[in-house]
Each structure stands twice: as structure tokens, then as C-alpha cells.
């Protein structure tokens, strides 16, 4: 899930199903000058908020992006290439630079007679608009839930060193439906606020041909469809 508010997102202010999810984050998202992409960009411009304290956080996240980023690039040549296309086929024109977002997110400790459920949950389920995201999670604490086919949630328990990679719509959309995009939530009933870094990679155009030929989906320009649907999140704002 991408938001479009840079620095600090106060505890219920982000909106999943018209629910406010508990949890509070740093934003950081893809600079954009004003201007560079018209009236519909403008929810999009602005640089990074930094905080003051501390002062090498700026330097640290700067790096972890470029990281990540690079990372997520040679995620999508392997998608690529699975989908018979060549490496490259989504470092074209528009997926070279990508459109990026980093949230780092903190789920509060659950009271001891607290019973999470989805309605109530620190972020309800749903799925996120890009293409990949990954999700560099606590090693110790179980709160990451996906659903697989059968409509069952299963936990996401975290492996220590590892990122966990959720497949996004605009994925399904370019992939022809190949790639389904991961339904998932986050449920923390323990005793520890948990904490996790999660980036999201946005570029593409490819592959109708493995479907034979057919496109299931209509043709979508990403950045309408991401502000779309962040203001279906924060259109009480």
C-alpha cells in the first residue's frame, strides 16, 4: 500500500476499507518537482521531510533505498525473464527510474484482553498497488498474516536475513494475470511494538503472449490509478 504523505503519519491516519488502521509511519516517497507531471502530479510533488534527530537519518535511509531499489530492479529482470521477455523489459523508458516509496511502520503493543480480528487490526487486509514490495520485517515477533487461494490466512513468520516479496496489482495487470497480487495484513498480538521497513517498487509493459495473446485488463496509466486509490486511504483528510 502506498501513501502519499512524506515524514510522519500520525497513529489512525492511514485508511484501509474505510477503517482506520492502528499504526504510525515515516514516509518517504520518489521526489517530484512541481510541476513535472501536471495537475495530476501535484498530490505526488515535494521532497523528503527529515527529522532534525537523528542527524545521520537521512544518510542511512538514503543508502537502505538505493539498496532496496537495486534489489527490487533484479527481482523484475527474473520476472521478466519468466515471462519471456528479455531482462531489461522493465528498465525501459518508464521503469528505469521508478516510481519508489519507503515506510517505516510501527504497530503498537495489543492490550492482554485485546482479540485482533481484520476489522479491528493494525492494518486490514488488502493489497498493494505496485509491482513488488519488500517487506524487511522483526525477526521476532509473528504478525504479518497472507491469504492464499483457499481464502485461509496463514503467518508470514519472518526468517532472520530475508526479505519477505508481496506481488502487487499493477504485476497482475502487466503480467496478464500471471502474477496475482498477495492479499495480506498485519495482526500484532504480542506484547512488542513491532517495527518493519517496507519499500515499494513501482515501474512497465509487458506480456499479453503468454495468455495467448488475450489482455484481461485494460490498459491503466499508474500514476492516475495511485492517486486514485491513496485517496480512497486518506480522502477524510
Given at each position: 500500500?502506498?501513501?502519499?504523505?512524506?515524514?510522519?503519519?500520525?497513529?489512525?491516519?492511514?485508511?484501509?476499507?474505510?477503517?482506520?488502521?492502528?499504526?504510525?509511519?515515516?514516509?518517504?516517497?520518489?521526489?517530484?518537482?512541481?510541476?513535472?507531471?501536471?495537475?495530476?502530479?501535484?498530490?505526488?510533488?515535494?521532497?523528503?521531510?527529515?527529522?532534525?534527530?537523528?542527524?545521520?537519518?537521512?544518510?542511512?535511509?538514503?543508502?537502505?533505498?538505493?539498496?532496496v531499489k537495486d534489489l527490487s530492479r533484479?527481482?523484475?529482470?527474473?520476472?521478466?525473464?519468466?515471462?519471456?521477455?528479455?531482462?531489461?523489459?522493465?528498465?525501459?523508458?518508464?521503469?528505469g527510474d521508478p516510481y519508489w516509496a519507503?515506510?517505516?511502520?510501527?504497530?503498537?503493543?495489543?492490550?492482554?484482553?485485546?482479540?485482533?480480528?481484520?476489522?479491528?487490526?493494525?492494518?486490514?487486509?488488502?493489497?498493494?498497488?505496485?509491482?513488488?514490495?519488500?517487506?524487511?520485517?522483526?525477526?521476532?515477533?509473528?504478525?504479518?498474516?497472507?491469504?492464499?487461494?483457499?481464502?485461509?490466512?496463514?503467518?508470514?513468520?519472518?526468517?532472520?536475513?530475508?526479505?519477505?516479496?508481496?506481488?502487487?496489482?499493477?504485476?497482475?495487470?502487466?503480467?496478464?494475470?500471471?502474477?496475482?497480487?498477495?492479499?495480506?495484513?498485519?495482526?500484532?498480538?504480542?506484547?512488542?511494538?513491532?517495527?518493519?521497513?517496507?519499500?515499494?517498487?513501482?515501474?512497465?509493459?509487458?506480456?499479453?503472449?503468454?495468455?495467448?495473446?488475450?489482455?484481461?485488463?485494460?490498459?491503466?496509466?499508474?500514476?492516475?490509478?495511485?492517486?486514485r486509490k491513496a485517496f480512497c486511504c486518506?480522502?477524510?483528510?
Open positions: 500500500m502506498i501513501v502519499l504523505s512524506r515524514g510522519y503519519q500520525k497513529l489512525g491516519e492511514n485508511v484501509t476499507k474505510e477503517k482506520r488502521d492502528m499504526h504510525e509511519a515515516v514516509n518517504c516517497l520518489t521526489p517530484i518537482a512541481p510541476g513535472k507531471y501536471g495537475d495530476l502530479g501535484k498530490t505526488l510533488e515535494g521532497d523528503n521531510l527529515w527529522p532534525e534527530y537523528p542527524s545521520n537519518l537521512k544518510v542511512v535511509l538514503e543508502n537502505y533505498i538505493s539498496l533484479k527481482i523484475m529482470r527474473g520476472i521478466a525473464l519468466a515471462l519471456g521477455g528479455p531482462a531489461d523489459a522493465f528498465e525501459r523508458g518508464i521503469a519507503l515506510r517505516l511502520v510501527s504497530y503498537p503493543v495489543s492490550s492482554s484482553d485485546e482479540k485482533r480480528t481484520d476489522d479491528t487490526g493494525m492494518m486490514g487486509s488488502h493489497t498493494d498497488y505496485g509491482l513488488v514490495t519488500l517487506v524487511n520485517q522483526d525477526d521476532d515477533i509473528c504478525a504479518l498474516e497472507v491469504q492464499n487461494r483457499s481464502g485461509v490466512w496463514i503467518r508470514a513468520n519472518p526468517i532472520p536475513e530475508t526479505f519477505l516479496c508481496n506481488i502487487g496489482d499493477m504485476l497482475q495487470v502487466w503480467s496478464n494475470g500471471i502474477y496475482q497480487p498477495t492479499v495480506h495484513r498485519v495482526i500484532n498480538s504480542s506484547h512488542q511494538r513491532r517495527v518493519s521497513a517496507v519499500f515499494f517498487y513501482e515501474p512497465v509493459e509487458l506480456c499479453v503472449e503468454k495468455t495467448g495473446g488475450v489482455a484481461k485488463y485494460d490498459k491503466v496509466v499508474y500514476g492516475e490509478r495511485l492517486v486518506f480522502g477524510h483528510l
